[in-house]
């Protein structure tokens, strides 16, 4: 998928300016725009937060060994 399209269109859908996304995520308002831009992907623990906080299916299955790849 298009990392930055599906950053925006769930903060979008969920009503939250960057600023909010980016509290809820634990992260600066300034990285929210970066990688809705296409400046920057985020990092490992970021993508967990996101799909796990706004319960999404990770749609890049991420699978290690047969084992799903978690930050637990």
Do not use: N
Not at 10 to 20: A, D, N, S, W
Not at 22 to 42: D, F
């Amino acid at each position: 998928p298009d990392i930055p399209f599906f950053f925006r269109a769930v903060r979008k859908f969920h009503g939250l300016q960057q600023i909010e996304f980016a509290k809820t995520l634990q992260v600066s308002q300034g990285t929210i725009s970066k990688i809705e831009s296409g400046h920057m992907l985020p990092d490992l623990g970021l993508w967990f937060r996101f799909v796990a906080l706004f319960s999404i299916k990770d749609p890049f299955c991420l699978y290690c060994d047969g084992l799903e790849l978690s930050e637990e």
